[in-house]
C-alpha cells in the first residue's frame, strides 16, 4: 500500500490565485514528518516546507502554508499569489519515526504536476 | 556558497558499461542519500550513508554500487548488471538532526 498518496496529476490554477495541493499519509508512528518540495523543469528538487506530527500550528513559509489534519492524514500544500514560477512538479514526503540509527530516509509520493496560467 | 555538486548534467554510456557519477558537498553534513528517478514518478532511494565509511542499501540497490571514503563525497557507480540504468539521478544530504534534505541539480544517464 501507498504510504503516500497524490491523487491530483495536474492541477491548474490562474496567476494570483491560490491553490491547494493534496497529500494523504499512512503510517502507524507518532513520530513522524512531513515535506513538500518544488521540482521545476531543470529538474533539482527544492524544499519548500515542513511539519512535524507533534507540531500544534499548520507550518508556513511565505507563499507557501501546510495545511495539517492529523486525524485525517493529510499534509495539503497551500500556494497563495500563485506566480508563473510556480509553475512545476510538487512532491510530498514523510519521514516515519527514528529507528536506531536515527536514519532520515523519506518517501515519496508520485508527484503533482502544477501550471499556472497567465 | 555552499551546496551540492553532481556532475555531469548528462552522462551516455554504452549498455555493458560501467559508469560513475559524481556528487559533492560543502555543506558538512553527515548523511548523503543517491534517488533515482523515473519520467512521471517519484524518487527511489538507492544507497545511503549516514556517516564516512558506512553505507546502507536502500529500496532498489541491485546493480548500483556506492563508496563514502570522505565526508564530502559519496560517488555512484552504476554497473552494467542494472537492468534499466536510464534514468535520473539525484543527490541529497542532510545534517543530523535536522529535516529536510537538501538535493544536487542531478544527472541524467542515457545508457543506449
Known amino acids: 500500500a501507498q504510504k503516500i498518496t497524490q491523487t491530483q496529476p495536474g492541477m491548474f490554477v490562474q496567476e494570483k490565485e491560490a491553490v491547494t495541493l493534496d497529500c494523504t499519509y499512512d503510517?502507524?508512528?507518532?513520530?513522524?514528518?512531513l515535506f513538500w518540495y518544488k521540482q521545476p523543469s531543470s529538474g533539482e528538487m527544492i524544499f519548500l516546507i515542513y511539519q512535524g506530527s507533534y507540531d500544534e500550528q499548520n507550518a508556513t513559509e511565505g507563499r507557501y502554508s501546510l495545511n495539517f489534519q492529523k486525524a485525517r492524514k493529510s499534509a495539503n500544500l497551500v500556494i497563495s499569489a500563485s506566480q508563473l514560477g510556480d509553475s512545476a512538479m510538487y512532491f510530498c514526503?514523510?519521514?516515519?519515526?527514528?529507528?536506531?540509527?536515527?536514519?532520515?530516509?523519506?518517501?515519496w509520493g508520485l508527484g503533482t504536476s502544477l501550471a499556472v496560467n497567465p | 556558497d555552499g551546496g551540492i555538486t553532481q556532475s555531469p548534467k548528462y552522462l551516455f554510456r554504452k549498455e555493458g558499461q560501467n559508469v560513475t557519477l559524481s556528487c559533492e558537498q560543502n555543506l558538512n553534513h553527515d548523511a548523503m542519500y543517491w534517488y533515482r528517478q523515473d519520467p512521471g514518478q517519484g524518487l527511489r532511494l538507492i544507497y545511503y550513508s549516514q556517516i564516512v565509511n558506512d553505507f546502507q542499501k536502500g529500496d532498489i540497490a541491485e546493480g548500483y554500487s556506492v563508496s563514502r571514503e570522505k565526508k564530502e563525497s559519496f560517488p555512484l557507480t552504476v554497473t552494467s548488471a542494472q537492468k534499466n540504468p536510464t534514468a535520473f539521478y539525484l543527490c541529497?544530504?542532510?545534517?543530523?538532526?535536522?529535516?529536510?534534505?537538501?538535493f544536487g541539480p542531478g544527472t541524467r544517464l542515457t545508457v543506449t
Open positions: 503510517t502507524s508512528d507518532q513520530s513522524y514528518g
Open positions: 514526503a514523510m519521514r516515519e519515526g527514528r529507528d536506531a540509527g536515527n536514519n532520515r530516509k523519506l518517501i
Open positions: 541529497a544530504s542532510h545534517l543530523a538532526g535536522s529535516g529536510e534534505q537538501y
